[in-house]
């Protein structure tokens, strides 16, 4: 018997199981008030991975959830060869929405479903992989990703989690063992991972295109940025006499709005502390949390530079807190999902991921690459996100397209 054409199986790919799933999936810790409450490790979170371990075993993979609760299927292939991996996560923020993560996840399986129907067996093993705690509901998230990958550092696992305990206890009181979190490692070599998930912003929604290529994820850098004036009485203080750190630090807001649109980068002050923050006292030290993202770093280190400079001109000191590097997609794996969005006849577009996603984890151990699809109205982590069917079902068969390519193409 001939092999089918990549479009006749990419074809065959059961949307309506697809959706349906994605329900059934919705309804495991929907709150009454809308909304998702699957936070990582707690009740509903377990109850969806289950259900996903399931949908596995039921689809002839074979499937477990690791030291981590990360649920790993394995359809086997050449156990030679590496694998290929899809998959993404399936925990929420409380009130999220049942396409953040699930689609991903759901999407890989849905490929997997299309093989198995069809009888076309990959030469690479294929992982799906739904990833516990992804959200930043626990410490170290994307906690299962990470621990995946061999980088979780135990440690950081005494950070609170979403349920106000530290992360170690939420984990030990559902049975995961914090120490073998961190000693845990992927089951088998990997040769491309790659993800399907909502766009999260509005960019694909408002051009109206079905698919954004993800060409890597934004390096985050933020600093501690802390005006120091004079606080005093706010009544018996004239004006010219005042050295208020609130009114010298105000322009600096607008700074960094002005500074990352001159480069074409996002940048945020999302907190201010006033000292000692009372009616009747003039501020005496502003303390402001500043955030840029951007994928490239040169982009981010002439940013950085105004930014540090402006802060001196003002009389403000400039701390370097957090910084993560920017992590590229992969050229191949990139030129696997043009291919595909050609074969299929879908629009696209190129673009960074602004947010954080388990592929920038993954990106430590194998090269990766993402698919986006619109996110109507740009809104996500809330009971209003929404993604149209059709591009659900078409992130579905750009995923299933791409990895029918990278298993003929992709050696060893
Ligand atoms: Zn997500």
């Known amino acids: 018997m001939r092999k089918p054409s990549l479009e006749t199986l990419v074809a065959q790919l059961d949307g309506e199981q697809l959706l349906s799933d994605l329900e059934t999936l919705g309804q495991v810790g929907l709150r009454p008030e ?6 990582a490790y707690g009740a509903a979170d377990l109850e969806a991975r289950q ?17 981590a609760g990360n649920v790993i299927g394995v359809l086997a292939g050449d156990p030679a060869l590496p694998a290929l991996a899809a998959g993404s996560h399936t925990d929420s923020v ?11 996840v759901l999407a890989a399986l849905a490929c997997v479903r299309t093989l198995q129907a069809a009888g076309h067996r990959l030469r690479h093993p294929l992982l799906v992989v739904d990833f516990a705690g992804e959200e930043a509901t626990t410490a170290a998230s994307p ?12 440690h950081v ?33 990997i040769a491309a991972f790659l993800e399907l998930h909502i766009e999260q912003g509005e960019q694909l929604d408002v051009a109206d295109i ?17 005006f120091q004036g004079q606080a005093n009485h706010a009544g018996t203080t004239g004006m010219a006499r005042r050295r208020d750190a609130l009114v010298a630090a105000a322009p600096f807001v607008t700074a960094v709005r002005d500074v990352a649109m001159d480069h074409r980068i996002v940048g945020t002050v999302g907190r201010l502390a006033v000292h000692p923050g009372a009616p009747n006292v003039i501020p005496g030290r502003v303390e402001m949390d500043v955030e840029i993202r951007a994928l490239d770093n040169a982009v981010l280190d002439r940013a950085e530079r105004e930014l540090a400079e402006r802060a001196r001109a003002a009389g403000a000191t400039f701390f370097h807190g957090l910084r993560n590097e920017p992590v590229h997609a992969d050229r191949r794996l990139m ?20 947010a954080g996603h388990d592929a920038m984890n993954m990106a430590a151990i194998c090269p990766f690459a993402m698919i986006f699809v619109p996110s109507v ?26 990895l029918l390519e990278l298993d003929s193409t992709l050696d060893a």
């Open 34 to 39: 809308g909304g998702l409450a699957r936070m």
């Open 51 to 67: 259900w996903v371990l399931a949908e596995m075993e039921a689809l002839g993979m074979s499937a477990t959830m690791d030291a």
């Open 94 to 104: 409380p009130g999220g929405g049942k396409y953040d993560g699930a689609l991903g």
């Open 143 to 154: 906690t299962g990703s990470l621990s995946f990958v061999g980088q979780l550092q135990e």
């Open 157 to 189: 696992l005494d950070q609170p989690a979403w349920t106000g305990q530290s992360t170690r206890r939420l984990l030990e009181e559902q049975g995961f063992e914090p120490t073998a979190m961190a000693a845990n490692h992927p089951p088998m070599p």
């Open 210 to 226: 079905p698919a954004g290529l993800v060409e890597g994820i934004v390096g985050i850098r933020r600093y501690l940025v802390t």
């Open 335 to 354: 030129a696997a999902l043009e291919l595909a969005c050609q074969q299929l006849n879908v629009r696209y577009t190129k673009m960074p991921s602004g």
């Open 377 to 402: 109205g740009g809104i996500s982590h809330a009971p209003e996100e929404y993604t149209r069917p059709d591009h659900c079902v078409t992130g579905a068969r750009l995923l299933l397209a791409a």
